[in-house]
């Protein structure tokens, strides 16, 4: 951790390690897990100052994810979430994003189809 005021990841035999809510990564004060998948895990967080909700993506495979960064960082779009930072932080690969409240593609897709518009 970068902060004296920042906890450290928990590993917790899980292949990506675990932020528990009322910690904090790199400053961001964790809120809670918003999903874990194939390529890892999102966190909600906040900053402290801005009072910003923002998205901490935690990926289990070195390299994972900069890609992406590498790509929404060259694109100013209101269809592209930016990416505010990415690194390694005690070896793990992670984004922070800011936050977009919405439906999921699934439940999107489902209500599309359920339209007939798919």
Do not use: N, W
């Amino acid at each position: 951790m970068t902060d004296a005021t920042d906890s450290t990841l928990a590993r917790g035999g899980e292949a990506t390690p675990a932020l528990a809510p009322g910690t904090r990564f790199r400053g961001l004060l964790v809120q809670s897990k918003l999903g874990e998948g194939a390529m890892g895990t999102t966190y909600l967080a906040s900053h402290p100052i801005l009072r910003t909700p923002l998205v901490i993506k935690l990926f289990k495979e070195p390299g994972q994810g900069f890609g992406e960064a590498h790509l929404a960082a060259r694109v100013s779009s209101p269809y592209v979430v930016a990416v505010l930072d990415a690194g390694v932080e005690e070896g793990v690969p992670f984004l922070i994003q800011r936050y977009v409240d919405g439906v999921d593609l699934d439940e999107l897709v489902a209500v599309m189809r359920g339209l007939g518009r798919t």
